[in-house]
């Protein structure tokens, strides 16, 4: 359906005058991006010189692709990528679609007090500091007095060294850092889910709709960009540690005898770059890290755009 | 809003705004108290190398900092505590990154090594020498360990060799404590060995007032080789004991101290051999076989298997509920003790000499008359006056105030002409070196057995002080006690430490702060457990060569026995 009225676009100019406001609101923000982010920019030049920290960037001699050519030659950061993607593979196949199904079960509920006890306690884990949480676990899983080896005991079985044994920490990372974040990671859902239409449910069910059919008609077809937005930014962290499974977790529950499956892109950029004061070598590495990371980002957008017709940007 | 509240308001903003600016002068902030000194205030910034002087610094009961702190105006500002979990090099690059470094940072030479080349210290060569306490008790001899590219930066928190003949008839002095391993008396017997025990020794020393001799410590059959040692932890394991529903572990420490335990074999401190040879650390000739022991060890569960990846309050846990049947370090091994009698009064531990494989001596450390010294920023405004501070800490009011402290607290009365404490309870855990009462932790004054942090009150953990030999120890004002428990690790911990000067821990240069960093960073608390999960004999073989490329390419290994061979040469080791 095409409209006879056409409406003149404004320029950027009369744009941000009419809603001066506004963009103000956004100045706050936008000072933060400049200077946390597109600032320190500048110092990825760090990533092409042998820094010192005496010398400044300045200074620093330059050195080309050294650092590059270095971290693509040593074993030990394929071992990292690997354990990354794995890693967060496993959270992005199993924490991506949970909080999703959380969300909608939620949904279900009727407003009352039990519904918000229970997205409170959800939320609850969030915001506990993975320091702690990794002390926790310690203790829970310990092989002599955890509560689940002594569980194990009780039932006839041999205690497990989940800490030490490096073919335990896939599936224990991933059920912890998903279990920690699940709630929280529901908000943005139920705000979608919040956001449908509520005619629509009752066209559904005048139409004779099961509570199946709805889900599948109405509810996600109604969040479906918001899954597509989430998948988008989702998929771009696979090679990174922004996403659930953060640098702090894997700091705080590795140890030395996990190293071969704990050992991440991160963690060998910490190990390798902070631990020993090779900055520029840490920089590299995470350089390297982020452009792959954004072509990723930029590759799900476009090709949500392509397939669904819009996409994060 | 009516005019009268919007004055209010007004003025309510002024004064919050008032007290906020007013809190952040140092003087108001602090009370705004009366100085006995002349000088204007001043603060410094402090990095102690030991976390464990944080419980100490907010102490309401520290008697002498107050009066110190008084007497010369100067205050530390700020804390920086270093953790195991974050390297310093790593802290100290961030700090030196935001321009945040702390004015003094105490800490061994290994660290200052590579904090000094930052170029962000003083060079105190001139300085140093007119601190004239300090240089009382400094052996100019070991100067070359306080030197970087022939410059003296690091101000030194001396330790007396009290292993020297001269105090050999001292009947105080009971030597310099030492590492060395140790041992439950009662897991020993059990496992078949005969000794006197420590509480017989003791009972002897008291009765006749002498030192008891190596001799009188020693265990049939003898632990003197890491073979037998080995033994003796299978015999342990085999005895299956428990407390409670948990093993005892047979032996158990915390992953930095596998470079002090690889002193079993040969020495993994920078060394010059008889044949000329210059090797340290994974380089050093004994390391495989050390290495190869461990793994041993590690297999047949003769060690925590927990060692690698526990903190050491867990070490301290473990040891002081009875669990461990042989240790080293431990933060508190008094403590450790105390609590093991609680839980079965046989719980008794006992030092053990240093199991060697023969030959070259394999020194667990090298004595450099002090492992800790003191750097002083450049950005310090008046470096003179606070190295005179610091002086003070040597001197005989100074080491008087840290141990006594001041007259007006009332601690201590005069007995003829000797001080004593006044208050039995104070004079009762001062002398046993009791934590948690009224001893010296409570009141911020020196505890005699306290080998890496004697003096408790703020003031001192900020500075570089004596740490071992305080002449004016409030022991010399009672009968001498011969702990024979401490006196063992002196005895045994000296046989195994480097007097001579033909090693050291550390040397400058970058290759040589490359193995460091390699060693330290990547190697003992990560990539060791590479080696550890080798299933057969071949396969630690291949993983040691392994590692060893890894360390030769990274660590810069042969470049660094360059450094090491030069600075050797250097400072006189044949």
Not at chain 2, 273 to 285: E, I, K, N, Q, R
Not at chain 2, 332 to 361: C, E, L, Q
Not at chain 2, 513 to 531: C, E, G, H, M, P
Request: charged share 20%; glycine share 8%.
């Amino acid at each position: 359906m095409s409209s006879s009225l056409i409406v003149p676009r404004r320029t950027l100019g009369r744009r941000m005058a009419k809603h001066k406001t506004l963009y103000l609101f956004l100045l706050p923000a936008m000072a933060v991006c400049l200077v946390f982010f597109y600032r320190p920019m500048f110092g990825l030049v760090m990533a092409f010189q042998d820094y010192s920290i005496t010398k400044g960037l300045a200074g620093s001699p330059f050195v080309g692709l050294k650092h590059f050519a270095e971290f693509l030659a040593n074993k030990d950061f394929y071992a990292s990528l690997r354990n990354t993607l794995v890693i967060n593979g496993l959270n992005i196949a199993i924490g991506f679609p949970l909080p999703i199904i959380l969300a909608l079960s939620i949904n279900a509920i009727s407003d009352g007090p039990f519904k918000k006890t229970a997205q409170t306690i959800s939320y609850l884990p969030h915001f506990i500091s993975w320091v702690v949480v990794a002390g926790l676990m310690y203790r829970i899983l310990d092989a002599q007095s955890g509560v689940v080896n002594l569980g194990l005991k009780a039932l006839g079985g041999q205690p497990v060294p989940f800490l030490r044994q490096p073919q335990s920490f896939w599936p224990l990372i991933t059920i912890v850092a998903i279990l920690k974040d699940l709630g929280w990671n529901t908000i943005i859902f139920l705000a979608a889910l919040s956001s449908i239409d509520v005619e629509q449910y009752e066209a559904a069910i005048v139409d004779g709709a099961s509570g199946w059919q709805r889900l599948s008609h109405v509810t996600l077809p109604g969040i479906a960009p918001v899954i597509g937005l989430m998948f988008i930014f989702t998929i771009g962290m696979i090679f990174s540690a922004n996403g659930n499974v953060s640098f702090d977790a894997i700091f705080n529950m590795r140890n030395a005898l996990v190293r071969d499956t704990a050992n991440t892109i991160d963690y060998y950029i910490y190990q390798e770059g902070v631990g020993q004061n090779r900055m520029s070598f840490a920089a590299a590495v995470g350089m390297a890290q982020s452009v792959v990371s954004f072509a990723i980002v930029m590759g799900a957008n476009a090709l949500s755009r392509r397939i669904r017709g819009y996409g994060a940007f | 809003m009516k005019p009268t509240k919007q004055r209010t308001a007004i003025a309510l903003a002024i004064l919050l705004a008032t007290v906020m600016a007013l809190a952040g002068i140092p003087a108001f902030a602090n009370g705004g108290t009366e100085s006995g000194s002349t000088l204007p205030a001043m603060t410094y910034t402090a990095w102690p190398r030991d976390p464990s002087g944080e419980k100490y610094i907010n102490n309401p009961n520290d008697v002498v900092s107050p009066w110190v702190e008084k007497k010369f105006n100067i205050k530390v500002s700020d804390w920086t505590w270093a953790t195991m979990a974050i390297p310093v090099r790593q802290r100290f690059a961030q700090m030196a990154a935001a321009d945040a470094v702390p004015d003094v940072i105490i800490d061994g030479k290994d660290n200052h090594d590579f904090e000094v080349e930052s170029g962000l210290f003083a060079d105190l060569t001139n300085e140093i020498p007119k601190m004239k306490n300090l240089m009382k008790y400094f052996d100019k001899n070991l100067t070359p360990y306080y030197l970087n590219n022939g410059k003296q930066y690091e101000i030194p928190a001396i330790e007396l060799n009290l292993n020297d003949k001269k105090y050999a008839s001292d009947p105080y002095n009971l030597g310099s404590p030492n590492w060395t391993m140790w041992v439950r008396e009662d897991i020993l017997a059990k496992a078949g060995y005969k000794f006197t025990s420590t509480a017989d020794l003791q009972a002897r020393a008291a009765a006749t007032g002498k030192k008891p001799t190596e001799a009188d410590y020693a265990i049939t059959p003898a632990i003197d080789t890491p073979a037998k040692f080995a033994d003796l932890l299978r015999k342990i394991k085999a005895l299956n004991l428990k407390v409670g529903d948990k093993p005892v572990i047979p032996f158990s420490v915390s992953f930095w101290q596998q470079y002090h335990v690889s002193s079993m074999f040969k020495s993994p401190n920078w060394h010059k051999y008889a044949d000329g040879t210059v090797a340290g650390f994974l380089g050093s000739p004994g390391a495989k076989d050390f290495y190869k022991w461990l793994w041993t060890a590690n297999k047949e569960g003769l060690i925590d298997p927990d060692w690698l990846i526990q903190k050491e309050e867990q070490l301290q846990d473990k040891a002081a509920s009875g669990q461990v049947a042989v240790g080293m370090y431990l933060n508190d091994i008094n403590a450790a003790r105390g609590a093991m009698a609680k839980v079965d009064p046989s719980y008794t531990v006992r030092y053990i000499p240093w199991p060697k494989v023969g030959g070259d001596p394999g020194y667990f450390d090298t004595f450099q008359g002090g492992f800790e010294r003191a750097i002083v920023s450049k950005k310090v405004k008046d470096i003179p006056r606070l190295l005179q501070y610091f002086d003070w800490f040597y001197s005989d009011e100074g080491l008087d105030m840290l141990t006594w402290g001041p007259k007006e607290a009332g601690l201590w009365k005069m007995q003829g002409n000797k001080k004593v404490f006044a208050d039995p309870q104070v004079e009762k855990d001062m002398l046993a070196g009791t934590k948690g009462g009224k001893g010296a932790d409570f009141y911020g004054l020196f505890d005699y057995t306290g080998t890496l942090m004697p003096f408790l009150s703020r003031v001192a953990i900020a500075a570089p002080r004596l740490m071992i030999g305080n002449p004016v120890s409030y022991v010399r004002s009672y009968p001498p006690n011969i702990n024979v428990f401490t006196y063992a690790s002196a005895l045994f911990g000296s046989k195994a430490m480097d007097y001579a000067g033909k090693s050291i821990p550390t040397v400058p240069g970058d290759n040589a702060q490359a193995v460091l960093a390699y060693y330290w960073s990547k190697f003992t608390n990560d990539r060791v457990s590479i080696i550890l999960k080798a299933t057969t004999d071949a396969d630690f073989n291949a993983a040691w060569d392994a590692e060893m490329k890894v360390f030769n390419d990274e660590g810069k290994y042969p470049g660094a026995v360059a450094d090491a061979r030069k600075w050797l040469a250097d400072n006189g080791v044949k």
